[in-house]
């Protein structure tokens, strides 16, 4: 749902309403509208480039703003432009994917490089701005990839026809090479490209049939970053290193929304290798000459903290508050039949409170950013960079320039998981406001573990109370909700979209839009406001939403006393691609099949972010009541399937994120102040804790959708309800240590 | 001025002696490869070898590792290395990829002393690489897959 909004929030940027058609002409239109008309080379800026090869480029007409894909080189590489980050869930190998298959490229001559910054060439059609998030990547580029290949294509044939003085029709082109067979000639696209770049971008071309795709659906295709990523090669922002840079930590109030009192930085200065301490708006900054020097220099400080507006309370009065709010009517999400009244004249009743916790996103890659001051005004960001139009405005402000004097080189981020884009460019802003402070030198900050883990942006903390029943029959008749949580939106430019009638949609994705059919829904809100900061976690509000409701469906299947898959399919009549995914995951987990003793299976079943994810969990449980994922079983639809090797990977790691959060982990907080520091209190999953996953994929020509996120929701309950299969006890409070699981 | 010899070359730094290993890499040597992640060993982004044992960087003071021989992602060379980079690559192990030579230092070292390693073995060896994207069982296969091709 957030990405549909946000669009919606653009308001001035369009999408081709028919995204499909042999007909060019509305693409062109659309892209116009974000400012551009096709393709490629010469006009983009060099920094884009730094890397590549030199040279003449195709296909660069006169297009005063170039909606720049892709590139052609003599050297016969063909480099895609990737406005979107790559975070590790493969998308620079997966839009290359989809512009190589249009143009019949080998998929040895693809190359991919970040796009720059510049949103009116490169926003994300669902924000309107350039930006990564909400799995929207592929969905996204999807028409205006296939269109770009397919037009470079038509250009490099039309090139060959005129030189070979030979009918377009007699012209194939197949894994990078253009051919006349008539005429025994061929050319590969570099000997092509320069001639090709003169012609005027065509009006119309044809798109494929998705039966004729080779690169779309390969599962051999390797991704673009598999070599630089196993020699230590691949380029983070951690390992940008400008001449003369700085590094700098920047010392935070210990509470949320606590400031800086007072500073004594006799001793930080005495430190060697620091060489200024500057205090701002967010904290104080430690300059050094290096990162240990600033983390001693930090340590070293001694900062006194107005704590007037901070978060004083723990996170079990926060809790406790909460549960007070539940007892009342919150805002109303879904209200559809009568409830209450059905509830009451239900057979069985099932009532159940869930808990969870503040969470951390913790990418591997600790954040953090290189800012380098432009003389004539502005600066050039490094980072690994997922909301650009946000940081270009927000740096803009801070600098006091226009924010295309924000140069943004993006670089491969390690790990985001919702992190790295936030409606205010935390770290970014940080980094520029040290940079104009510093103003002698490219300042780098960064964060350390520490910071990360006691930095906020948190999964909120979120209360579900569920009340729910079915008939004598063991139909679900009635489904009452109510959900207490901060919201992330509240406050920042998305908000009059993303909040109505005191709803905030993030808040109750997954349990407002309930998928099983009940006639009578009810479904509020309370969103309490606290100074601890709060943020999208991968899949976002279907983290807390799914859990509660394939927990709650699952007891209401036990109370009804119908088999769990059953059950759900008799309620999913009309949802078709939930209905394939569960049916294809029990089929493949062996639903039917007995188990010996001491384990058992869960299921759970979701739509996130336009894509269907079912689970099935085996588990066992030993003397001591020890629960072990033994088996992890997927099935997803989200259509198309382009890169089949990388939607693998990104189940199966969303599957992990699931359960590796669900068995402990939690930010907790005593009088305002954090109580985990560092990976020893905040325990990621290991290697020996993960369990096989199996994926499988429902073949689909559906246009595709995203896969960084939907793995997620439906990991833990499955999980769970194997738990309640194996031991009758439910799990309602996350962490499962909370619910007394070992 | 402290002296080290890293990938088979001496290099003199003129570093406190109680900077970690990992930032003299990063921030003296300009050698990005080994990563930071957690600076209290309980990651794995920073492992190198000190004398053919992994070993995380950013908990080894740089006097420490004086008169050792240190190996980086950078220098890694080997039967061990280069079948476990190739697996790595054959089975597109890497999703950020952050951790990654870290985990493919710990693999190196699990190889080169134990040419068959067990599943409890490889838990042993690389439960204290972290990857947040969880391509643990990915690593796992491509383990077993340089094992084997080692064996070959």
Same mark, same amino acid.
């Given at each position: ?26 693409? &062109? ?26 040279? /003449?480029?195709?296909? *660069? ?36 994917? #989809? ?6 490229? !080998?998929?040895?001559?693809? $190359? ?32 205006? &990839?296939?269109?770009? *290949? ?16 030979? /009918? ?38 044809? &798109?494929? %049939? ?5 690169? #779309? ?22 390992? #940008? ?22 500073? !004594? ?14 205090? &701002? ?24 903290? %107005? ?13 406790? !508050?909460? $549960? ?53 005004? *502005? ?7 997922? @909301? ?26 390690? *790990? ?65 909700? $109510? ?47 606290? /100074? ?146 560092? @990976? ?11 369990? /096989? ?9 559906? $246009? ?39 | ?12 730094? +003129? ?11 990063? +921030? ?21 070898? =000190? ?14 590792? =004086? ?24 089975? +597109? ?60």
């Amino acid at each position: 749902m957030l990405h549909h909004l946000i669009k919606q929030a653009a308001g001035d940027v369009a999408v081709p309403a028919e995204p499909v058609t042999a007909s060019r002409r509305s693409f &062109l239109k659309g892209a116009g509208a974000v400012g551009g008309g096709l393709v490629i080379g010469a006009m983009l800026p060099k920094a884009a480039f730094a890397a590549e090869t030199k040279g /003449p480029t195709i296909i *660069g007409p006169a297009d005063p703003r170039p909606q720049a894909f892709l590139r052609i080189a003599p050297d016969n590489t063909v480099t895609v432009l990737v406005k979107h980050l790559d975070k590790g869930q493969g998308i620079m190998t997966g839009l290359t994917t #989809i512009v190589a298959e249009e143009l019949d490229a !080998d998929w040895q001559q693809m $190359r991919g490089a970040f796009a720059p910054a510049d949103s009116t060439l490169y926003a994300n059609h669902f924000f309107g701005i350039q930006g990564t998030g909400g799995s929207t990547a592929v969905a996204n580029s999807w028409d205006e &990839l296939r269109m770009a *290949g397919a037009a470079a294509r038509a250009m490099l044939v039309a090139t060959a026809s005129a030189r070979w003085n030979v /009918p377009v029709s007699e012209i194939t082109v197949e894994k990078g090479v253009v051919r006349h067979a008539k005429s025994n000639r061929t050319a590969n696209f570099g000997a092509l490209a320069e001639d090709a770049a003169k012609l005027p971008v065509p009006q119309k071309v044809a &798109l494929k %049939d998705p039966k004729d795709y080779k690169l #779309i659906g390969d599962p051999s295709l390797h991704r673009l970053d598999y070599v630089s990523k196993t020699n230590g090669t691949a380029i983070f922002a951690m390992d #940008i290193r400008r001449p003369g840079q700085v590094t700098a930590v920047l010392a935070r109030s210990p509470r949320f929304g606590g400031t800086v009192k007072s500073v !004594d930085s006799a001793a930080a200065k005495q430190v060697p290798g620091v060489i200024d301490v500057l205090t &701002l708006p967010v904290g104080v900054a430690v300059v050094a000459k290096n990162t240990w020097a600033a983390i001693k220099g930090r340590e070293a400080l001694k900062v006194e903290w %107005d704590d007037a507006k901070a978060e004083t309370r723990g996170t079990e009065e926060i809790l406790a !508050d909460y $549960r007070k709010l539940a007892e009342k009517q919150g805002n109303v999400a879904a209200n559809k039949g009568d409830a209450a009244k059905a509830l009451a004249g239900a057979a069985k009743v099932v009532e159940a409170e869930f808990v969870f916790p503040y969470l951390a996103h913790a990418p591997m890659e600790p954040l953090n950013a290189t800012v380098e001051l432009k003389p004539e005004g *502005g600066c050039t960001i490094y980072a690994g960079s997922q @909301f650009q139009g946000v940081e270009q405005k927000v740096a803009a402000a801070i600098l006091g320039c226009k924010p295309e004097q924000v140069a943004i080189d993006t670089v491969w981020a390690g *790990g985001s998981f919702g992190r790295r884009a936030t409606p205010n460019a935390d770290y970014i802003a940080e980094a520029v406001m040290i940079a104009k402070a510093y103003g002698k030198a490219p300042v780098h900050l960064v964060w350390t573990r520490e910071d990360d883990i006691q930095g906020g942006r948190y999964r909120p903390l979120f209360l579900h109370k569920i009340k729910a029943g079915v008939d004598a029959q063991g139909k679900l008749v009635a489904w009452q909700q $109510r959900i207490v949580g901060q919201s992330f939106m509240a406050g920042t430019p998305f908000e009059p979209v993303m909040i109505k009638n005191g709803v905030d949609e993030t808040s109750v994705e997954g349990a407002s839009d309930m998928a099983y059919a009940v006639p009578n829904l009810a479904v509020d809100l309370h969103t309490p406001v606290s /100074p601890v900061t709060t943020l999208w976690w991968r899949s976002v509000g279907h983290t807390h939403t799914a859990y509660a409701k394939e927990v709650m469906i699952d007891e209401l299947a036990a109370a009804a006393g119908k088999d769990p898959v059953a059950f759900r399919t008799e309620l999913l009549k009309d949802s078709p691609r939930l209905l394939g995914v569960l049916k294809l995951a029990a089929e493949k987990a062996d639903w039917s099949k007995p188990l010996p003793k001491g384990r058992a299976r869960g299921v759970a079943v979701h739509e996130s972010f336009d894509t269907f994810v079912a689970h099935v969990a085996e588990v066992s449980v030993n003397d001591k009541g020890q629960v072990k994922v033994e088996r992890v079983v997927c099935a997803v639809d989200c259509g198309q399937a382009v890169n089949p090797n990388i939607i693998e990977a990104q189940i199966s790691g969303g599957t992990g994120w699931g359960i590796g959060h669900a068995l402990r982990d939690e930010i907790t907080m005593t009088g305002g102040v954090v109580d985990q520091a560092n @990976f020893d209190t905040y325990q990621p999953l290991r290697n020996s804790e993960m369990p /096989p996953v199996e994926v499988h994929i429902l073949p689909s020509t559906v $246009r595709p959708t995203g896969v960084g996120e939907p793995g997620v929701p439906t990991a833990a309950p499955a999980v769970a309800n194997a738990v309640f299969a194996a031991t009758g006890k439910r799990l309602h409070q996350l962490p499962f240590t909370k619910s007394g699981m070992v | 001025m402290i002296r080290l010899n890293i990938n088979g070359q001496d290099r003199d730094v +003129d570093v406190p002696p109680d900077m970690p290993l990992l930032w003299v890499l990063r +921030d003296e040597l300009n050698m990005t490869g080994t990563k930071f992640g957690c600076g209290i060993a309980q990651c794995g982004a920073c492992t190198v070898h =000190v004398d053919g044992v992994a070993t995380r960087a950013c908990q080894t003071p740089a006097e420490s590792a =004086v008169g050792t021989k240190i190996t980086t992602i950078e220098g890694i060379s080997g039967k061990a290395a280069e079948a476990i980079q190739a697996a790595w690559q054959k089975l +597109d192990v890497v999703q950020c990829g952050y951790c990654q030579s870290g985990q493919i230092m710990s693999a190196v070292a699990l190889l080169t002393d134990n040419h068959n390693p067990s599943d409890s073995d490889i838990d042993a060896a690389m439960d204290g690489n972290v990857c947040r994207c969880a391509t643990y069982p990915r690593i796992r296969a491509a383990i077993k897959d340089a094992a084997k091709a080692m064996g070959a």
